[in-house]
């Protein structure tokens, strides 16, 4: 158990610590980047999501628009999940 979680008093407040990921997406007009916030979460409130990752900005903004996120009990498949939504949808302006 890492010494950050100490910190947390009550299971509602849900502590969770913050890493940042910087990927960038190719779109017609150029490069553009996405921004990634992963949390671990020291009490989840699904055990199966204790790591988050959500990018910055929703893509596919023109047609029906959506967030990259991704969950799980690891950074890697929190972290992969997120990015193979960003890889699947297009960046329209």
């Not at 010494?3 to 407040?13: G, I, N, R, V």
């Not at 940042?20 to 979460?41: C, D, R």
Request: net charge negative; with cysteine; charged share 20%.
């Amino acid at each position: 158990m890492s010494d950050w979680s100490f910190a947390q008093q009550d299971e509602q407040e849900q502590l969770a610590k913050l890493e940042h990921f910087s990927v960038m997406k190719q779109t017609p007009n150029g490069e553009k980047e996405i921004l990634i916030a992963l949390y671990e979460y020291h009490t989840p409130q699904d055990p199966a999501m204790k790591f988050v990752a959500r990018a910055n900005q929703p893509l596919y903004q023109k047609t029906a628009p959506v967030t990259p996120i991704g969950w799980g009990n690891n950074r890697l498949s929190a972290l992969s999940a997120c990015l193979n939504m960003i890889r699947k949808f297009p960046f329209e302006e």
